[in-house]
């Protein structure tokens, strides 16, 4: 694996994290924050917690197929990045079209920001 091909995968399982972080276990929350956002190696965690590298290889490896399963039964996050896609269309559009009035155009932008608000 790359290093683009890393970074996309740790920034897929740190979104996913945030959306479905309570349904894991305490473990499998804490072995993915040290491995994906504090940038602990496995030895390192295995070293703090007192198990084999392989063990904490297999608990990172199970909660983030844990946390797919989640995202192909949910679908929060794609779900999420669709919304945030619309609203930049929407915001882009309201932003160079000319001939919206500026009380329609007022209402609209009203509306992105409560969209925003509900993230």
Known sequence: MNDEQL????NRINMLFDFYE????????????CYFQDD??????AQEFGISR???YEHI??????????????????????????????EHRLTHTLNIP???RAELQEVIRELQALE
Not at 7 to 10: A, D, G, I, R, V
Not at 24 to 29: D, I, P, R, V
């Open 54 to 56: 392989q063990a904490v």
């Open 102 to 104: 500026d009380p329609q």
């Open 61 to 90: 490896k199970r909660a983030e197929q844990t946390l797919e399963s989640y995202e192909s039964k949910l679908a929060l996050l794609q779900k999420f990045e669709a919304r945030t896609k619309l609203m930049g269309e929407l």
């Open 22 to 33: 309570p349904l894991l276990t305490e473990k499998q929350q804490t072995f993915l924050k």
């Open 40 to 45: 602990f190696t496995l030895g390192e965690i």
């Open 7 to 10: 970074l996309e995968k740790t």
